[in-house]
C-alpha cells in the first residue's frame, strides 16, 4: 500500500481499508508470525548434522517453510536443533548455547543420539538431551533424512500454533491486579 | 633392509633386554623389557630409520601381573617397513616417553594416560586429551563398568550411568568361547 501524502490525508472513513482489515486473536497473529519465521541455531555435533545441512539446501529447501535464516548466533536464533551425539563433555556448552537464546525458544532433538543417546550407551554420552534441557520435537532417525527433519520442524510449527502465550499473560495479570 | 633383519639385529644389540619375537604373516612384533624399551625405540628410530610413529596403544591385562602392555607401531617414511614393539608395565610403573623421538608421540601418549592411565616419564605435556581435567576414572581399564560411573565437576562436566537394560553392548567376562562371552554372537533357537 502506497502511504498517501500528506495533503491529501483525510480523517474521514475510508472504505477501501476494509479489505485490508482482518479480524483475529492476538495469540493466533503473533503466532501465526513466529511459526513463520523460525530461526533455527544449528546444533551440529555429528553425522545429523550433515542431514541438517543438506535441509538447508537447494534440494530440501526449507526456506519453503520460512525456516531457512540458520543463525550461528543463539542470541539470534529461536530454534535449538540438536543433531547429534552431545556427549558429556559437549553437555554443559549445549545447555549454555540454550540459555543464551531469547525466549520464546524451541528444541528439536533430532536423531537417535539427541534423543537417548542412541547406540551409545557409553561412559561418554548424554543419554539424550532432554536430560538438560526442554525438547519440544524428538525427530527418530539414525540419522533422520531430510524430510523427516522439515516433518519435525512442522509439527513444531503446529505446536505453535496452539500456544496462549498472550492469554496466559493476561490472566497472569488480571490475576496480579485482582 | 627387511623388518626381521632388524629384529635380528636388535636380538644382537640388546640379548636379553628383548623377551621375544614374533613373525605373523609378515608382521614382526619384539617384545621388550620395560627398563630398555627408551633405548630400543631409540635404535629404531635413530639406527634403523623408523622415522614414523604410527600408533602407541596399551592393553590392560586385568588380573595378570605386570598388568598394563605397551603397544608401540612403527614404520619407515617409505613403508616398505613395519615393527611392532610390546612391553610389560606394572600398576606403579611408569614408561619412558618417547615424544623426544618422535614429536607424534605427544597425544598418543596423553590418550593412553587418559583412558588407561598409565603414566609416562618425560612427557612435555602429559595431560588427558579426551576426557576433562579432574575426570576421576580411566574409561578404557577393565575393571571400569561400560555404563560408566557418575561424576560432577561444576561448571566443567558431569557423567551419568547409561541404562544398558542387559542390551546387546553387554559382554560377560569368564565365558569360554566368544559365543558365551558375547550375547549377540549366540545361535537363535
Same mark, same amino acid.
Given at each position: 500500500?502506497?502511504?498517501?501524502?500528506?495533503?491529501?490525508?483525510?480523517?474521514?472513513?475510508?472504505?477501501?481499508?476494509?479489505? @485490508?482489515?482482518?479480524?483475529?486473536?492476538?495469540?493466533? =497473529?503473533? @503466532?501465526?508470525?513466529?511459526? @513463520?519465521?523460525?530461526?533455527? +541455531?544449528?546444533?551440529?555435533? *555429528?553425522?545429523?548434522?550433515?542431514?541438517?545441512? *543438506?535441509?538447508?539446501?537447494?534440494?530440501?529447501?526449507?526456506?519453503?517453510?520460512? +525456516?531457512?535464516?540458520?543463525?550461528?548466533? $543463539?542470541?539470534?536464533?529461536?530454534?535449538?536443533?540438536?543433531?547429534?551425539?552431545?556427549?558429556?563433555?559437549? *553437555?554443559? =556448552?549445549?545447555?549454555?548455547?540454550?540459555?543464551? +537464546? $531469547?525466549?520464546?525458544?524451541?528444541?528439536? =532433538?533430532?536423531?537417535?543420539? *539427541?534423543?537417548?543417546?542412541?547406540?551409545?550407551?557409553?561412559?561418554?554420552?548424554?543419554?539424550?538431551?532432554?536430560?538438560?534441557? $526442554?525438547?519440544?520435537?524428538?525427530?527418530?532417525?539414525?540419522?533422520?533424512?531430510?524430510?523427516?527433519?522439515?516433518?519435525?520442524?512442522?509439527?513444531?510449527?503446529?505446536?505453535?500454533?496452539?500456544?496462549?502465550?498472550?492469554?496466559?499473560?493476561?490472566?497472569?495479570?488480571?490475576?496480579?491486579? =485482582? | 633392509?627387511?623388518?626381521?633383519?632388524?629384529?635380528?639385529?636388535?636380538?644382537?644389540?640388546?640379548?636379553?633386554?628383548?623377551?621375544?619375537?614374533?613373525?605373523?604373516?609378515?608382521?614382526? &612384533?619384539?617384545?621388550?623389557?620395560?627398563?630398555?624399551?627408551?633405548?630400543?625405540?631409540?635404535?629404531?628410530?635413530?639406527?634403523?630409520?623408523?622415522?614414523?610413529?604410527?600408533?602407541?596403544?596399551?592393553?590392560?591385562?586385568? %588380573?595378570?601381573?605386570?598388568?598394563?602392555?605397551?603397544?608401540?607401531?612403527?614404520?619407515?617414511?617409505?613403508?616398505?617397513?613395519?615393527?611392532?614393539?610390546?612391553?610389560?608395565?606394572?600398576?606403579?610403573?611408569?614408561?619412558?616417553?618417547?615424544?623426544?623421538?618422535?614429536?607424534?608421540?605427544?597425544?598418543?601418549? !596423553?590418550?593412553?594416560?587418559?583412558?588407561?592411565?598409565?603414566?609416562?616419564?618425560?612427557?612435555?605435556?602429559?595431560? !588427558?586429551?579426551?576426557?576433562?581435567?579432574?575426570?576421576?576414572?580411566?574409561?578404557?581399564?577393565?575393571?571400569?563398568?561400560?555404563?560408566?560411573?557418575? &561424576?560432577?565437576?561444576?561448571?566443567?562436566?558431569?557423567?551419568?550411568?547409561?541404562?544398558?537394560?542387559? %542390551?546387546?553392548?553387554?559382554?560377560?567376562?569368564?565365558?569360554?568361547?566368544?559365543?558365551?562371552?558375547?550375547? !549377540?554372537?549366540?545361535?537363535?533357537?
Amino acid at each position: 500500500m502506497v502511504s498517501p501524502s500528506p495533503s491529501t490525508l483525510h480523517t474521514a472513513y475510508d472504505s477501501k481499508i476494509e479489505g @485490508n482489515v482482518i479480524i483475529t486473536r492476538v495469540d493466533a =497473529a503473533i @503466532n501465526w508470525m513466529r511459526k @513463520n519465521s523460525l530461526w533455527p +541455531m544449528p546444533m551440529g555435533l *555429528a553425522c545429523c548434522a550433515i542431514e541438517l545441512m *543438506a535441509t538447508a539446501s537447494s534440494r530440501f529447501d526449507i526456506s519453503r517453510f520460512g +525456516m531457512e535464516v540458520m543463525r550461528f548466533s $543463539p542470541r539470534q536464533a529461536d530454534v535449538l536443533i540438536v543433531s547429534g551425539t552431545v556427549t558429556y563433555k559437549m *553437555a554443559l =556448552a549445549v545447555k549454555r548455547v540454550w540459555d543464551q +537464546m $531469547p525466549e520464546p525458544k524451541w528444541c528439536i =532433538a533430532m536423531g537417535a543420539c *539427541a534423543s537417548s543417546g542412541g547406540m551409545y550407551r557409553s561412559y561418554a554420552v548424554l543419554q539424550g538431551i532432554d536430560k538438560l534441557i $526442554p525438547v519440544d520435537v524428538y525427530i527418530s532417525g539414525c540419522p533422520p533424512r531430510p524430510e523427516a527433519l522439515i516433518e519435525g520442524l512442522m509439527k513444531l510449527q503446529t505446536k505453535i500454533e496452539g500456544e496462549h502465550s498472550t492469554m496466559d499473560q493476561k490472566r497472569t495479570f488480571i490475576d496480579e491486579i =485482582a | 633392509m627387511s623388518a626381521a633383519a632388524d629384529v635380528t639385529k636388535l636380538r644382537e644389540t640388546f640379548g636379553e633386554k628383548i623377551w621375544e619375537t614374533l613373525e605373523f604373516r609378515g608382521e614382526q &612384533t619384539v617384545r621388550v623389557e620395560l627398563g630398555s624399551l627408551h633405548d630400543i625405540l631409540a635404535k629404531c628410530r635413530n639406527d634403523l630409520a623408523y622415522e614414523m610413529i604410527l600408533d602407541i596403544s596399551s592393553l590392560d591385562h586385568f %588380573g595378570d601381573d605386570p598388568r598394563f602392555e605397551m603397544v608401540y607401531e612403527i614404520a619407515t617414511l617409505d613403508d616398505s617397513k613395519h615393527l611392532r614393539i610390546k612391553a610389560k608395565v606394572g600398576e606403579d610403573e611408569k614408561v619412558p616417553s618417547v615424544t623426544d623421538l618422535w614429536a607424534g608421540a605427544d597425544w598418543h601418549e !596423553r590418550e593412553v594416560w587418559d583412558m588407561m592411565g598409565i603414566p609416562f616419564s618425560g612427557h612435555p605435556n602429559l595431560k !588427558r586429551i579426551l576426557m576433562w581435567e579432574g575426570y576421576p576414572y580411566f574409561p578404557l581399564r577393565k575393571d571400569f563398568p561400560l555404563a560408566g560411573r557418575p &561424576t560432577d565437576m561444576p561448571d566443567v562436566a558431569f557423567t551419568g550411568v547409561a541404562p544398558l537394560e542387559g %542390551g546387546p553392548f553387554v559382554t560377560s567376562a569368564g565365558g569360554e568361547d566368544v559365543a558365551r562371552r558375547e550375547p !549377540r554372537a549366540q545361535v537363535v533357537k
